[in-house]
């Protein structure tokens, strides 16, 4: 099973580039997120999607923005990078908001 | 606005000793999770922890969870290198925040 699958799974953009980081779950699970994480702090969330047709923001939104495609996919885009922006981003699904979430594999992101 | 707080955030062990990981949350929480990263991978679910006083094992780690006292422990076992990774412990409330992780090394 793929569970979930992110890409690109590495990715250099130049400040004021745009992009869109792709995400896609095949557990039929209702609840998806994106998460960023940056040494010594662990994940922090970015977006989260509780169900299909549903997003909100977490704890840090500021610079990005997402969409929930379908059931499936879930995406989050940067519409102008900025060196802050350097992360490595993770997907995640879960059955339901607060079950267990399954995580994609990354995207290591770097902004110049 | 919920706070997860873990500690140490980095552990360095010998081989066969014990030793206790700590997460603190600063609001009621009715689950918690831990998860491993090992590095340069993505996160692996470890636990799930639903109500108070829950403990589930897993091989030479245990977690344990105290819904009142807000705190939940990962205790190691006699360790050993392949449970050299990074930790993070993560509560739900409204959405699933995470700890700042708990690097382990094991040395021979």
């Known amino acids: 099973n793929a569970g979930v699958t992110q890409t690109p799974k590495f990715q250099v953009l130049k400040t004021g580039q745009s992009m869109t980081l792709q995400c896609a779950q095949d557990m039929n699970h209702n609840s998806m997120y994106w998460y960023r994480q940056d040494p010594g702090m662990g994940l922090r969330l970015i977006y989260y999607s509780a169900s299909e047709g549903t997003t909100d923001k977490g704890e840090v939104p500021n610079g990005y923005n997402v969409s929930r495609l379908n059931k499936r996919e879930f995406s989050l885009r940067l519409e102008s990078a900025a060196p802050s922006q350097t992360s490595v981003y993770f997907c995640?699904?879960?059955?339901?908001?607060?079950?267990?979430?399954?995580f994609g594999q990354g995207t290591r992101l770097t902004v110049v | 606005e919920l706070k997860v707080e873990q500690n140490p955030l980095f552990l360095s062990m010998q081989e066969g000793k014990n030793y206790t990981i700590y997460c603190n949350y600063s609001?009621?929480?009715?689950?918690l999770y831990w998860y491993r990263q090992d590095p340069g991978k993505s996160l692996e679910s470890l636990f799930v922890l639903l109500s108070n006083g829950a403990v589930k094992q897993e091989g030479r780690l245990m977690a344990s969870l105290d819904t009142k006292a807000r705190l939940s422990t990962l205790h190691i076992t006699a360790a050993v290198h392949d449970l050299s990774a990074t930790y993070f412990c993560a509560v739900h409330f409204r959405d699933m925040r995470f700890g700042a992780g708990t690097r382990l090394t094991v040395k021979p």
């Open positions: 609001t009621t929480s009715d689950r």
């Open positions: 995640a699904s879960s059955a339901r908001p607060g079950t267990e979430a399954f």
